[in-house]
């Protein structure tokens, strides 16, 4: 059914393909065999980009070289949790609070298709604090702005921040810039 849709959108005239997958076991840091494999097979059918979610915390990204060419897919494997109630407190898994903005910069040209293709991340968590008995829910992204972060520092969470940038950028891969 994937080559399917991934060949119907190339005959509807699309141009860049990107496959979406609700895929993985919940709270595993690491993507398993199955995903890998899918993922080979996604690129091998044609996708030029492959997001997925459902482990609710990040996992690697990585570049999949097609098979029997030299094209590379970026893979995001697991974007984490962008907004959750998901917290440290009662999960025993602080990576829940934890997630991931991917970005692809696609180089196009009309004559040749995709000439290029780039992956990065923009690293974010979930800061939840009480304010005037209100609980205030913020997606902080963990950027060199991050100490001047005005939520975090209402809330006083800058070291739990800082804890989930380390634990992003220890599990992401060396293939995001």
Do not use: C
């Amino acid at each position: 059914r994937i080559k399917g849709d991934i060949d119907a959108a190339k005959a509807a005239g699309a141009e860049v393909i990107v496959a979406y997958y609700h895929w993985g076991e919940e709270y595993q840091n690491e993507p398993n065999k199955w995903q890998k494999e899918l993922a080979q097979r996604t690129a091998d059918m044609g996708a030029d980009v492959i997001f997925a979610s459902h482990p609710h915390v990040p996992q690697t990204a990585e570049y999949v070289t097609v098979t029997d060419s030299e094209k590379k897919v970026p893979v995001f494997y697991s974007l984490g949790n962008f907004v959750s109630n998901q917290r440290a407190e009662y999960m025993n898994n602080r990576r829940t609070e934890e997630g991931i903005m991917g970005i692809v910069n696609i180089t196009y040209k009309e004559e040749a298709g995709i000439t290029g293709v780039t992956m990065d991340a923009v690293p974010l968590w979930v800061d939840r604090y009480s304010d005037g008995g209100k609980i205030i829910y913020t997606v902080i992204p963990l950027d060199e702005n991050m100490e001047n972060n005005e939520s975090l520092q209402a809330s006083g969470h800058l070291s739990k921040a800082q804890q989930a940038l380390e634990d992003i950028n220890g599990i992401l891969g060396s293939d995001t810039e």
